[in-house]
């Protein structure tokens, strides 16, 4: 089965400090990857996705950036932390191939993120 | 562009009372549809999903959902709530493609 594991779960960090976030799925092949934020009481905003190594679209043009080196890794980075950074980083994955299974996305655990 | 309106942001139920929770998506067709729910602290885990067919869904924890395109609604339903059912629930919609749409959530808060 597959599954999909973020870290760190939490993570406290001053304003101006750099961020990596890391997102990996197992037992899959050639997935799309996501990664949302969420903050206090609002829904979930799309920041980036990727459907294969080296392809990032970005939906929200901020201060963050993402990256995939490897097939089933995603990693969500900034040079230099806002207090708006501050929320909780979701990611997800999909099945990139056709079909009704393509259009289903599974959540990690999350990652609250706390900007000082 | 589609868009999902969840129009409840909380919703308060009693133990053991029975739940609904709307959904009405902006689609010029019929798109995928989902419901998640989270609880505080976690990420967003699947309770069902619609693509064809029957238009009563059945999913995990005892919840239902129902397409009707005339409403261009998925309402979630469940019989009778249990305390453990309080979470922040999500629908999407996903036209599909691979970029769904999310709603911006309705809290669910069971009374004893």
């Known amino acids: 089965s597959q599954t999909i594991h973020q870290w760190p779960a939490t993570l406290v960090q001053p304003v101006g400090s750099p961020l990596s976030l890391e997102c990996t799925v197992e037992?899959?092949?050639?997935?799309?990857l996501y990664w949302y934020r969420q903050a206090a009481g609002r829904g979930l905003q799309l920041l980036f996705y990727?459907?294969?190594?080296?392809?990032i679209s970005s939906e929200v043009p901020q201060n963050l950036s993402a990256s995939r080196p490897q097939d089933r890794q995603f990693i969500l980075s900034s040079k230099k932390l806002l207090l708006s950074d501050s929320g909780f980083y979701l990611c997800?994955?999909?099945?990139?191939?056709?079909?009704?299974?393509?259009?289903?996305?599974?959540f990690g655990p999350g990652t609250r993120l706390t900007v000082l | 562009a589609q868009s999902v309106t969840q129009p409840d942001i909380h919703i308060t139920v009693s133990e053991g009372a029975s739940l609904e929770l709307r959904c009405n998506y902006s689609y010029g067709a019929t798109p995928y549809l989902f419901w998640y729910v989270q609880s505080p602290g976690q990420g967003l885990q699947l309770l069902l999903k619609?693509?064809?067919?029957?238009?009563l869904v059945q999913g995990i924890k005892g919840f239902e959902a129902e397409f009707k395109r005339s409403q261009s609604s998925f309402n979630l339903r469940k019989p009778s709530v249990h305390w453990s059912d309080a979470a922040e629930y999500f629908c999407a919609v996903n036209p599909r493609s691979y970029i769904p749409t999310f709603g911006r959530g309705t809290s669910l808060i069971v009374h004893p």
């Open positions: 997800a994955w999909s099945v990139r191939a056709g079909g009704p299974n393509a259009d289903t996305q599974y």
């Open positions: 619609y693509f064809s067919g029957d238009t």
């Open positions: 037992g899959t092949s050639n997935p799309n």
């Open positions: 990727s459907v294969g190594i080296g392809q």
